[in-house]
């Protein structure tokens, strides 16, 4: 179905659209502007929306509101926000019902007419994301960015050629209902994460798995071998499979200093101006994944220039001699252990926040190993501590119960040459509505000190 197609069957559709955050505005907005009789879901009051609900009111969008707004879900079409399952009741009933279920990103790969890469993975997807979307556009190509990241691309797709190239950042909640694939899959890694969602671990993998499972022949994926989960999918790969990793041999490896591509030497590891081995490994990845697209030299320029995407090892001042870094994606211990790894400075570590289900033992040694002094705020805190003390770790740690707190200790443990880092190995739901909330919040009380 292309965009022609889609917008003559949503004419005059009822239409019903989960989720009134910002991410959905626009595809209300494009739904209204199509024709069709749209009416938007959520859990928010009309006066926690304040002003969005007037915006929608005004565009004729019926509002279903409160705590009760699934009770009598129900329309032709219903996009689906990707954090609600698809075996939700109300869901599942309307399914039964006739409804078709649906969500933004489905109908983007069915109407987009432009080249897809799309990259999945536990940790590194946004990073690789932006590398790739940024070194196509270096070398010309007219290329669009979103998914999990960036603005809704499907009010975008009428705009795009077939010569263009978008590039999406897609989540295990987005792939879980996936029924098509990307001509370029990535998959960075895959380690336990998000098991508060997924029924287990193996319906995580699975929605990962997603990502390639609809490909041709003619189709790539790119997976990292040194991931046991990442290498098993590309072993199925239905077309070229592109492996890399930094530890042993792959398609794209290290030699040297120097990322190669098979015997030709691409980039000198040096030459990244964002910190850590796993940048390095993003680096491997985005180059796996435009090798035929873009020329060395121009990937060259982007290791030089690039500075890396906020709150993700983030630099946000040096204070009396000592660095305060925002990691505030590091939502999963790995995220939180491949962070402490880059510093080879005494770190003093803020972490804690909501749990996801899954274990946190691997954050010990790297905390052992790296940080000088613990603060622990939120719900994994007890957890987190637990799995530091089992690593045999004696360090001072503080629990606090506020980031003013946790700042204002930071700052009296940490000596001239010391990190200080924000870096929660968990999920910031506890306290915020997303980890850029938390991070914003931790640079604005260290731009204050």
């Not at 080249?115 to 790739?132: E, F, H, R, W």
């Amino acid at each position: 179905m292309k965009v022609a197609k889609f917008k003559e069957f949503i004419k005059g559709k009822n239409v019903s659209v989960i989720g009134i955050g910002i991410s959905n505005r626009p595809l209300i907005s494009y739904l209204v502007s199509l024709g069709a009789k749209v009416c938007a879901y959520d859990k928010k009051t009309e006066k926690q929306l304040g002003d969005i609900a007037n915006e929608l009111k005004a565009l004729g969008v019926t509002l279903v509101l409160g705590d009760n707004y699934m009770d009598n879900l129900s329309g032709d079409v219903i996009f689906k926000t990707p954090g609600m399952r698809c075996d939700h009741p109300a869901i599942v009933k309307a399914r039964e019902q006739g409804s078709i279920i649906t969500s933004e990103m489905e109908v983007f790969f069915e109407i987009c007419p432009a080249n897809i890469i799309a990259v999945t993975g536990s940790d590194g997807k946004t990073t690789t994301t932006t590398l790739i979307y940024t070194m196509l556009s270096e070398a010309g190509y007219n290329t669009y960015v979103g998914g999990n990241i960036g603005t809704p691309l499907m009010t975008k797709a009428e705009e795009m050629k077939n010569s263009d190239y978008v590039v999406l950042e897609l989540s295990s909640f987005q792939l879980h209902t996936m029924k098509k694939s990307p001509h370029i899959a990535v998959i960075t890694n895959i380690t336990p994460n998000h098991l508060d969602w997924h029924t287990d671990y193996a319906e995580y993998i699975d929605a990962k798995k997603n990502i390639m499972l609809y490909q041709s022949t003619t189709d790539i994926l790119v997976a990292n071998i040194g991931n046991e989960e990442a290498r098993k999918i590309g072993e199925q790969a239905r077309g070229e499979w592109r492996s890399f990793s930094s530890k042993q041999d792959a398609l794209v490896h290290l030699k040297g200093d120097f990322i190669c591509y098979g015997d030709e030497e691409i980039l000198n590891k040096k030459d990244i101006k964002i910190p850590g081995n796993h940048n390095v490994e993003n680096y491997m990845t985005a180059i796996a994944a435009v090798h035929d697209l873009v020329d060395k030299n121009v990937i060259n320029k982007v290791a030089r220039d690039f500075g890396g995407v906020p709150h993700r090892i983030e630099l946000v001042r040096e204070l009396d001699g000592v660095r305060y870094y925002n990691s505030s994606i590091d939502s999963s211990p790995n995220r939180t252990a491949n962070t402490l790894n880059t510093f080879k400075e005494p770190v003093v570590l803020i972490a804690g926040g909501k749990d996801k289900g899954i274990p946190y033992d691997e954050v010990g040694a790297p905390v052992k190993e790296h940080v000088k002094t613990l603060i622990l705020i939120g719900a994994t805190s007890k957890v987190i501590d637990e799995a530091v003390k089992k690593s045999g770790a004696i360090i001072p740690t503080f629990f606090v119960n506020t980031y003013e707190e946790a700042v204002a200790k930071a700052k009296e443990s940490a000596d001239c040459g010391d990190v200080v880092l924000l870096s929660s190995a968990s999920t910031s739901f506890d306290m915020f509505n997303n980890f850029e909330e938390r991070g914003n919040l931790f640079k604005e009380l260290v731009n204050k000190l």
